[in-house]
C-alpha cells in the first residue's frame, strides 16, 4: 500500500519547483508537433527538435574552445622584467666569507640550513661516539627488561637454582654486554659463588680471564674494604678457589691486576692463602713467578712469591736464574729502594721487609742444590750485605749445606713454554 497518496506527492513536488516524468513527457510530445508542423509550412529549412537541440550544443562547445585559446596568447604575450640589484662590495665580500665551503666560495658554498644541520649532526655523532664505546652492542628492550630482573633475583640470591636465564649467559657471545645489565656489584656473595663456578666451568680461559677481572676481582677488593675487620667473606673466598680451576685466567685476570693496581699486604695475604691452597701446573706456577720477578719490588708481590716458591715444585732453570737474580739485585746498598715501605734504615741502606727475608730462606731450602757455586756466592754476599738477626744465619746455613748444580747436565726445561 502507498504510505502518501498521489496527489500529496504532486502537491508538493509543484510547491518545490519540479516536473514529474509523466508531464515532462507532455511537454516534449507538444514541443516536436509544434516543430513539425512549423516545417511543414516553411519547407525542410527548419531543422528538427533533436538537429536544434545538437547544434546548440557543438556552438557552446565552440565557443569555449575560442575562449582557452584567447587565454594562453594572452599569457604567453605577457614578458616579465629582471629587475637588477646592486650590492655593496663588502657586503658580497662577508657573504661569501660566511658562506665558504671548506675555503671556497661561490658554487661550492651553502646556505645557512645546510651548514646548520651539518653542525647538529656532527655535534650528535660525537656524543654517541663518546657515550658508547665502539664494541658495545645495543641490546633488545625486551632483553634488558628480563636480565635486570635476574639481577634483582641475584642481589637477594642465597640458595637453590640460578635463573635459566643466566645459565645461558657462558654460551652467549656478547655475554659481557647481557651480564653488565644484571649489575654484578649488587648480587650477594652467594650469586658470586654460583656465577664463578658456571664461567670458569663454561668459558675458555680467555673469556673465563674477563670475568675473573671484571666481577671477581672487584668483589674481593669491596669485601675485605668493606668489613670491619678487613675480612674477606667466605664466599668470596670459595669463589677464588673455584677461579684457579682456570689458573691462567686467574692469574691473568685476578693475581697480575692486584699485583699492578694499589694492593695492600692483608690483601696479598689473603689471597696468597688461596693459592696455598690449590695445586697449581708447574708450568702456569713458573709463568706467574716470571711475571712477578720482573716486577718492581713491593712488598706485596715478595708475598705471592714466596707462597709460589713453597708449593716446592721443579720449577725450569730458566726461572730458577730469575729467582737467583731478583735476590742478587738487592745485594748493592747503592741501588735504587725508594719503592719499598719501609721506615727503618741501616748502614746498608733501606731495611729490608721480613716478607722478602721469608721468601729468602724458602728459596735456599727448596733450591739449595739446584744453583751453581757462583750463584751461591753471590747468594752469600746478598746475606752478608742484607743481613737478618733472626733469619740470616739460617739462610747462610742452607746455602752452603747445598750441593752445586752440574752445568754439563741437560736443564730440566730447556726453554720454558708459556703457559698463559
Not at 72 to 88: M, P, R
Not at 209 to 224: A, D, G, M, W, Y
Not at 228 to 249: F, Q, V
Not at 277 to 283: E, H
Request: proline share 5%.
Amino acid at each position: 500500500m502507498r504510505s502518501t497518496p498521489r496527489s500529496s506527492q504532486k502537491k508538493t513536488q509543484e510547491e518545490d519547483g519540479y516536473l514529474d516524468a509523466a508531464t515532462s513527457r507532455k511537454i516534449l510530445l507538444l514541443a516536436k508537433e509544434q516543430q513539425d508542423e512549423m516545417r511543414e509550412e516553411e519547407g525542410n529549412d527548419v531543422p528538427s527538435f533533436g538537429e536544434s537541440f545538437r547544434a546548440q550544443e557543438n556552438d557552446d562547445e565552440d565557443d569555449e574552445e575560442e575562449e582557452d585559446d584567447e587565454d594562453e596568447e594572452e599569457y604567453s604575450d605577457l614578458e616579465y622584467e629582471e629587475e637588477e640589484i646592486e650590492v655593496d662590495e663588502n657586503d658580497a665580500e662577508m657573504f661569501n666569507k660566511y658562506f665558504q665551503n671548506n675555503g671556497t666560495t661561490g658554487e661550492d658554498s651553502f646556505n645557512l640550513a645546510d651548514k646548520i644541520m651539518a653542525k647538529i649532526q656532527e655535534k650528535e655523532f660525537q656524543k654517541e661516539s663518546t657515550a658508547r664505546p665502539a664494541d658495545a652492542v645495543l641490546l633488545p628492550p625486551k632483553v634488558i627488561a628480563a636480565y635486570e630482573k635476574i639481577g634483582q633475583i641475584l642481589s637477594t640470591y642465597t640458595h637453590g637454582k640460578l635463573p635459566k636465564l643466566f645459565k645461558v649467559l657462558p654460551s652467549l657471545r656478547n655475554w659481557q654486554d647481557v651480564l653488565y645489565v644484571t649489575n654484578p656489584e649488587g648480587w650477594t656473595p652467594h650469586a658470586v659463588y654460583e656465577a664463578t663456578k658456571l664461567f670458569v666451568s663454561n668459558l675458555q680461559a680467555p673469556e673465563a680471564q674477563k670475568f675473573v677481572e671484571s666481577v671477581l676481582l672487584e668483589r674481593f677488593r669491596t669485601s675485605i674494604e668493606d668489613s670491619e675487620d678487613h675480612s674477606l667473606n667466605y664466599h668470596i673466598y670459595r669463589a677464588l678457589k673455584k677461579s684457579l680451576y682456570k689458573p691462567a685466567a686467574f692469574f691473568k685476570g685476578f693475581l697480575l691486576p692486584l699485583v699492578d693496581s694499589y694492593c695492600s699486604v692483608r690483601e696479598a695475604t689473603i689471597a696468597a692463602s688461596v693459592l696455598s691452597k690449590v695445586s697449581v701446573p708447574v708450568l702456569h706456577s713458573s709463568v706467574a713467578l716470571t711475571q712477578l720477578l720482573q716486577r718492581d719490588f713491593k712488598p706485596a708481590t715478595t708475598v705471592f712469591i714466596r707462597v709460589l716458591i713453597e708449593k716446592k715444585y721443579a720449577l725450569p732453570y730458566q726461572t730458577l736464574d730469575e729467582l737467583v737474580f731478583y735476590f742478587m739485585r738487592f745485594r748493592n746498598a747503592a741501588q735504587d729502594m725508594d719503592s719499598m715501605q719501609t721506615e727503618e734504615n741501616d748502614k746498608n741502606g733501606p731495611q729490608l721487609p721480613v716478607v722478602w727475608h721469608k721468601a729468602f730462606l724458602a728459596f735456599a731450602q727448596r733450591y739449595k742444590n739446584d744453583i751453581t757455586d757462583d750463584q751461591r756466592d753471590f747468594l752469600l754476599e746478598t746475606v752478608r750485605q742484607r743481613f737478618h738477626a733472626g733469619i740470616g744465619p739460617e739462610i747462610r746455613r742452607e746455602l752452603l749445606a747445598g750441593k752445586p748444580r752440574i752445568t754439563s747436565q741437560a736443564p730440566k726445561e730447556a726453554t720454558m713454554v708459556d703457559a698463559f
